[in-house]
């Protein structure tokens, strides 16, 4: 489910508005006979049982005019508490006399207590649900209730009335003393006694729907819904999917045999308990089960809806959750989409379990329904995919008879995937299935109506250029469940004309979570052998390589023809050749592909691949050879194949270096080009033809976070002490604690024993300052040493956990490289987060330690090459680019863990260059996968961020700045090379950059400036766009033109927002308590309106503006004032907004303004 961005630029900010806030009396009021108390909030009723306690006549009546939600909480309490309300939703958790029903509407009681009496005076409907083990006595006194119990109740129906007992109910009971109609749900496998009134008893049976009166029974009315109580499904299994996806598609999981379900009771009986459920017999979200997660449009994935927090979208209704899909046509005839996102968050945690839900999928393009989990603590092991992820299902709307079961992880991605196929006649749209996923130490597997159908062992946890975690990490911590609705995403694809909104819903009938008592942790990761097949007798490991045999090309045999993402074309083969045409290129490469699997790969082995092509007329295509059971990694990297008319030979080598691979695909990838000329191939062979072994290099390096310490967490190799030297006498332990203590190193030593943990050869450079920092804890105060390059300190430990720091600096003619700690002190010593890093704030900035510190994101890795040049450049960091791609985040180098203090000033160089003439930007920002707004959405606040332009010399790029926000130990330095100001590059060149310096600096002197001085550079557009910025989303939005005096944009599509037309420039000082004023012309050929704003470089403070309206070709000469109230800033930023206004009808127009100036006018 999860695709998270690396990097988001915030393009402008968010303006608060105000909030108001009603308050009400906070005690209780007590009626005028003194026995009654009458409350309407949460604090009142806890204040009310105190003060009634012991008193058996109490009564607390609970009014809070449309609805009302109370706890009642642990205690014994001799009271009636009467609930008033159109909705009321009552938690019990005591003892408590009786609870009294007055409502207008609905009424859910969740009884984890113990409730002596219920009467229902009023209502339309109740329900009962919760983890209560006693029977609940239900007096039902209103008229035409409808009572849905999943937990054991005692019914005395006094007047007409309707009941459905759930899974839960089995032992309850009916006295009918008028007529009730009794519906038994076919889960509890059980029947309920009905009493009539002359004393004689009628048991309806499950599954069973039936009117009964005082007389006796009356009428068997079963029409059960055949589609809720199915419980046969004719499966396929379908584990060895190898997709259509060619970079982000499935793998594949063992062949399952001989399937048998699983039911409830065999769980039970293999030890398991039921632990949490949600039958959803309400009808509203239960929120103390369930968080209501707020996201915008395109979050993840390139979603089209946002999450919103709605009625429309989450719905509790006749036992079922229903997440729904909203279309709204907005004013300006655009449409937007909004949808539901739950999950137990804080509220339902688990860690290992079997997970179950029982649902029904919508139908149409684009709507992917899932049930799916993601670990509490998502930076235990690093953001995803590294955390790890569980999704038990997804179904796609265009293919409601296929679900997949999948993990995500590790560093780089990998994942695993199983699919499960059903009939036609019993899809998931049309049909309830149940959903579920067997979560234990080592192992997962996946149900569909309790048929195995996928398992996986085989993961890990790594972050790039680091060991990797213990297994079974990391899935080994604790995980809350997910269900939402996705409207369109990058891989299920969007909706299209077909796609209905009104009448879709996922509905989920309930949610389950059993778990066994203990579960053994114990386990080894399982070794895999993996059987390379030999090639055909002429060498070949390509089968049918020249096309000899007529193929379908839909099955997994041989070549296999595949489209998605809007791809349609067909292939076929035909006089020895194989031919693909193409109707529609699609969206991605992949969009129209011809694949072979299978193809066996030896680690260390040199290939050929040749093939024959031609293609009806000039055009490209992609070539490559993927690992699909390992997210599709590259061992033939993706290569453009220049085709033409004729026939022609292609040849290409490579080694793989990866683990040996029986299951390699070669594919030919023809979607997302600029032709759908067909192409032929021939002669394709795949031809080993040598080896040569990859040692692997046990040098010790800098790690890629810049630490020099290996597994300084205490979480990697055998008993998680990988590559920890340890000596100890017998009468000492040492291991490492669990994941709830932190996994620490946990030393226990008697007195004057010698107990040392060390590491060798680290990669430490000659008279360089570094930093080590650990934290340390002892039962005892002692004084623990470290010994390191040669150099000794002393901790003072104490009985709390503390973190230290030493600075040092290694000697001009360093031999010792190793590190040891002292720590049999005689007590219980622990010891975590060992690291030694270079004393700078970015790590690594001359790239002398290769890459170390640096991370590289990539959205198409076929479009870019890097490396640290040390042939033609002094240990710089080379990138080669094919196509920047579409968005700026495309392609970034990135450092994280960089420290900013709130006030301090700081400088940033560095040293960059491009060989062709283009812009890239740089950033110092927030973390926004671990930094949420207000509203819940990842919040990546820039701290410093410019736009710059390269040529081909290098510049050394300097910028001074204060770090205004809180003190951020978790800042990211990012350089963006993708598609900056919207502008997308398919021209290869090279960009180089070195010499990354962050520094701390004193606060600049400001002088004030001058009155009546423009502060505005080349107001008068002399020199061209010089000191402007402009954006008009790579010419998407808008031109320009510059004029004499001034600047045309001719603007063509207004787009979506203000700033996706605009003219800014920043750089001035604004001074706090000074007046300016702007001024400028400005005539546009349609009237409309346009924004003239001030602000802080990075857009988070609003200094002052005004929206301007225009007539029609009537120049306007704007002047505008204002005073300076926030701090001086020497970086303030001017915008002209040329965009979409909201709330208005932006006509498409040409605009042109001119002579600008920004003057001080008073001290």
């Known amino acids: 489910m999860k695709n998270k961005k690396l990097w988001k630029q915030m393009g402008a900010a968010a303006i608060a508005a105000a909030m108001v806030m009603s308050t009400i009396p906070a005690e209780p009021v007590q009626a005028a006979s003194g026995k009654t108390l009458v409350v309407s909030t949460q604090k009142q009723l806890n204040q009310a049982l105190k003060a009634v306690k012991g008193k058996k006549a109490a009564v607390i009546t609970v009014k809070s005019g449309k609805k009302v939600t109370i706890t009642i909480p642990k205690g014994s309490y001799q009271v009636t508490i009467k609930v008033v309300g159109e909705k009321a939703t009552v938690v019990n958790k005591g003892t408590v006399k009786e609870i009294v029903v007055n409502s207008k509407g609905t009424a859910a009681i969740k009884n984890n207590g113990t409730i002596k009496k219920v009467t229902v005076q009023n209502a339309k409907s109740v329900s009962f649900s919760g983890n209560g083990k006693k029977t609940i006595p239900v007096v039902v006194n209103a008229k035409d209730v409808s009572v849905t119990a999943a937990v054991p109740v005692a019914i005395t129906a006094k007047k007409d009335m309707k009941i459905v007992f759930k899974e839960g109910a089995e032992k309850s009971t009916v006295t009918c003393e008028k007529k009730a109609e009794v519906q038994i749900d076919n889960r509890t496998k059980k029947n309920i006694s009905v009493k009539m009134a002359d004393g004689t008893k009628e048991n309806i049976t499950s599954g069973e729907v039936a009117t009964i009166t005082p007389d006796g029974k009356k009428e068997d009315r079963s029409d059960e819904d055949k589609n809720d109580s199915k419980d046969e499904t004719k499966e396929n299994q379908d584990s060895d999917t190898s997709g259509g996806n060619s970079s982000g598609g499935s793998s594949s999981g063992g062949t399952i045999e001989n399937p048998s379900k699983r039911t409830e009771a065999e769980l039970l009986k293999e030890g398991y308990q039921l632990k949490w459920q949600d039958n959803f017999d309400g009808d509203t979200l239960n929120r103390a089960d369930w968080n209501v997660e707020l996201h915008k449009k395109g979050w993840v994935n390139e979603e089209w809806q946002a999450y919103v927090d709605s009625d429309k979208n989450i719905q509790v209704k006749d036992g079922k959750l229903l997440i729904k899909p909203v279309e709204t046509v907005n004013e300006d005839g655009t449409k937007s989409y909004t949808s539901g996102r739950i999950n137990t968050q804080g509220k339902h945690d688990f860690k290992y379990g079997y997970f179950e839900c029982r649902a029904k999928v919508p139908t149409g393009k684009g709507y992917l329904p899932a049930f799916w989990m993601m670990p509490t603590d998502e930076n235990l092991y690093g953001q995803w995919p590294k955390c790890g992820e569980i999704d038990i299902m997804e179904v796609m709307g265009q293919e409601t008879n296929k679900a997949y079961g999948t993990i995500h992880y590790g560093e780089p991605h990998d994942q695993s995937q199983g699919t499960y196929t059903v009939d036609a006649k019993d899809n998931f749209a049309d049909q309830y299935h149940t959903y579920a996923c067997d979560w234990e130490p080592g192992k997962i597997t996946w149900y569909i109506d309790g048929v195995k159908f996928h398992e996986e062992s085989d993961w890990f946890s790594a972050k790039s250029g680091q060991g990797e975690v213990a297994y079974p990490a990391p899935f080994d911590q604790p995980f809350y469940m997910i269900l939402n609705l996705a409207v369109g995403g990058s891989w299920v694809g969007y909706p299209d004309d077909s796609t209905t909104y009104a009448d879709q819903q996922f509905a989920v009938d309930y949610v389950k979570v059993y778990q066994k008592d203990s579960y053994d942790e114990n386990v080894e990761k399982p070794v895999k052998n993996v059987i390379l097949r030999e090639p055909d007798t002429t060498g070949n490991y390509i089968n049918n390589g020249d096309f000899s045999i ?561 007539g029609e070709a009537e120049e306007k000469e704007v002047s505008y004032e204002f005073t300076m109230q926030q701090d001086t800033d020497n970086d303030s930023k001017m915008f002209i907004s040329m965009g979409k206004i909201s709330d208005e009808n932006t006509p498409a127009s040409d605009i042109t303004l001119t002579n600008f100036s920004l003057e001080k006018i008073t001290e």
């Open 550 to 1110: 007529a193929e379908n090309l839909s099955d997994d045999k041989n070549w296999k023809f595949l489209t998605t993402l809007d791809g349609d074309g067909k292939a076929e083969i035909k006089n020895h050749e194989m031919v693909i045409s193409t109707v529609n290129v699609g969206t991605a490469d992949y969009s129209i592909q011809l694949v072979q699997p299978d193809v066996p790969l030896q680690k260390g082995g040199t290939y050929k691949v040749t093939f024959d092509a031609y293609a009806d007329e000039a055009r490209t295509m992609i070539a490559d050879i993927s690992g699909p059971d390992h997210n599709y990694t590259r061992y033939w990297k993706d290569t453009k194949v220049e085709l033409g008319t004729q026939k022609k030979t292609y040849t290409y080598a490579f080694q793989m270096t990866g683990s040996d691979d029986a299951n390699g695909r070669l594919e030919f990838n023809l979607g997302n080009t600029a032709s759908t000329a067909a192409v032929h191939l021939s002669n394709v062979r795949i031809e080993k033809t040598g080896y040569e072994e990859i040692k692997e290099d046990t040098t010790k390096k800098v790690l890629a976070d810049g630490n020099y310490v290996y597994n300084g967490s205490f979480q990697e190799g055998k008993n998680r002490l990988g590559y920890w030297d340890i000596t100890k006498p017998e009468n000492a332990t040492t291991e490492v604690t669990g994941l709830e203590d932190g996994r620490r190193l946990k030393v226990v030593s008697p007195k004057g024993t010698v107990v040392t943990a060390g590491q060798q050869g680290l990669a430490l450079s000659e008279d360089t300052k570094y930093v080590l920092s650990f934290s340390a804890q002892a039962n005892e105060a002692e004084t623990m040493t470290v010994h390191v390059a040669g150099q000794k300190f002393q901790a003072e430990l104490t009985n709390e956990k503390k973190n230290y720091s030493f600075s040092f600096q290694t000697a001009a003619d360093l031999t010792d490289k190793n590190i040891s700690f002292d720590l049999g002190l005689g007590t219980t010593v622990y010891l975590d987060d060992v690291r030694i890093d270079e004393e700078s704030l970015i790590k690594n900035g001359s790239f002398n330690a290769g890459m170390a510190g640096f991370e590289v994101y990539c959205y198409t890795p076929s479009n870019v090459t890097y490396v640290v040049d040390s042939l033609n450049e002094d240990n710089a960091a080379d990138f080669t680019i094919n196509d920047t791609g579409e968005a700026d985040w495309h392609i970034q180098l990135k450092q994280t863990g960089v420290k900013l203090e709130q006030g301090q000033w700081y400088r940033l160089s560095l040293k960059m260059k491009s060989s062709i003439d283009r812009k890239v930007s740089y950033a110092l920002q927030r973390d926004g996968s671990t930094h949420k707004d207000a509203d819940g959405n990842e919040d990546w606040t820039p701290y410093c961020q410019e736009t710059v332009d390269l040529t081909g010399e290098y510049q050394t790029i300097t910028k001074e700045f204060q770090m205004k926000e809180d003190t951020d130990p978790e800042t990211i330095f990012n350089i963006a090379m993708g598609a900056v100001g919207g502008k997308q590059i398919t021209q290869q060149h090279r960009i180089c950059m070195d010499d990354i310096v962050l520094e701390k600096i004193e606060a600049p002197e400001i002088k004030p400036e001058e009155t009546g001085k423009n502060l505005l550079t080349n107001g008068d557009f002399s020199d061209g766009t010089n000191g402007w910025g402009i954006n008009t989303n790579a010419d998407q939005t808008a031109t320009t033109v510059v004029t004499d005096g001034g600047i045309v944009f001719q603007v063509k599509n207004p787009g979506e927002n203000d700033w996706d037309v605009q003219l800014n420039q920043h750089g001035f000082t604004l001074e706090k308590g000074c007046k300016y004023r702007v001024k400028f012309k400005v005539t546009s050929t349609k009237a409309r309106t346009i924004k003239l704003g001030l602000m802080d470089n990075n857009c988070q403070k609003w200094y002052g503006g005004e929206d301007i309206s225009l």
